[in-house]
């Protein structure tokens, strides 16, 4: 009889959880429709998708904002004069067979992609750390993902850091869990030509020593980007790399947004509001502290506890192209997902005594992330301005995981937790 309870209660738990989910999931998308964004990254990459199938490849054609704008234009999107396509050509090149679809049609299939590089990207990682995970457990991480802002606002708006996370993911799987380092590589160097910021991972590998993996993700990314000059050209390309710090500097004119948690936007709103100034040289004066603060720190943790190949490994490394971006908008918030399930998978292995701790600190990083959470403090800080700080959530939940892995990483620490890989 206690058995059939136990039963029962957990399909109510269930059930409660897929209500909770269905009904945020519903106000985000609502939300977002209102004000005519769903799909509005999407639009930027379908421009360069059609430019690329309609041989419009030259540097001026492949990235004119002049183009963007009236594709936005023509489906109603806002405008934004700092918004533009910043990514590699590759990106456009290795995605443009979505644009012999209709927009409609391909936004949809894009979000599937999203969808299914979302839910193996969980699964991989769950491999990685455990091996092997019951389906109720798995089923539950799906079901935690689901309720996340950084996730449903990548998927709602069409953006790309979903589809990196499941590119990451299966590499550090291949990588630390099949040992199949030259394969990893491929992934890695998808990654990288999608999005520039991925490369940074190389140096924890370097830390490694995993010279095998960053030799072919350099053999695999420079075949990729020889095929596409079969059709791109080599001229895009150079062009993206002469003006890569140029698009870099601009689209961070769009990033010192309360709205979207980017750390610019974070310093700037104390800086308005408690002082009364706006001093943009100071700003990115402490953000470059604080971003070679963090890589070093990260970088000395992995190198010190190299000969483990820890799991936390994994962790901190996936943050990494998004830890030392000011420009972390809610949607790059993906690429913690690891170092929660890390987070997790640690705590599993601790003392009674100390796991406590750990699972708040992985509860409250989880917690500020979520969709609920998300309303309340948008809600809040409408109606008292007064409360700005509240927009730091996403922040702080990332310089929570940042430090609970970096303790977690010391030798000692993973020496009493035995989980090398």
Known sequence: ??????????????????????????????????????????????????????????????????????????????????????????????????????????????????????????????????????????????????????????????????????????AFYLLYRRKLETVAALPIALAILVKVTPIVILLPLAMQRKWRTIWYTAVFGTLIILASWCWLGPGSTFGYAIHF????????QNGPAPYNQSLLGVMELFLVHLKGLYHQPMLQFTFNIYAVAVLAAIVWRIRQAKHTEAHVSVGLTSMLPI??????????????????????YMAERMNVSIKSRYLAIIALAYGLQTLPVTFLFNDLTRRLPSLFWLHTQMFVSLVCLIVMLLVLQHPSILKQLDVSL
Request: aromatic share 18%; proline share 4%.
């Open 323 to 344: 830890s030392v971006s000011p420009l972390l908008e809610q949607p790059h918030m993906v690429f913690t997902l690891p170092a929660m399930l890390t987070g997790l």
């Open 245 to 252: 710090l140029q698009f870099s500097h601009d689209s961070m």
């Open 1 to 170: 009889m206690s058995v059939l309870w136990l039963g029962r209660l957990r399909l109510w738990w269930f059930s409660c959880a897929i209500v909770i989910v269905i009904v945020c999931v519903w106000k985000e998308w609502t939300g977002l429709a209102h004000i005519h964004f769903l799909g509005y990254d999407y639009a930027f990459f379908y421009t360069a998708f059609l430019h690329v199938i309609e041989g419009h490849v030259t540097w001026a054609a492949l990235y004119s904002g002049t183009s963007e704008r009236a594709f936005l234009q023509t489906h109603h999107y806002p405008m934004d004069m700092h918004n533009q396509y910043v990514y590699p050509p590759q990106f456009a090149w290795l995605f443009s067979w979505l644009a012999w679809l209709p927009f409609g049609v391909s936004l949809a299939v894009w979000r599937l992609l999203t969808v299914l590089c979302g839910v193996f990207g969980v699964f991989w990682t769950a491999k990685l750390l455990w091996g092997r995970l019951r389906r109720g457990y798995l089923l539950g991480l799906m079901v935690a993902v689901m309720t996340l802002t950084p996730f449903q606002l990548d998927l709602a708006v069409g953006n790309v850091n979903t589809v990196l996370f499941g590119f990451l993911s299966l």
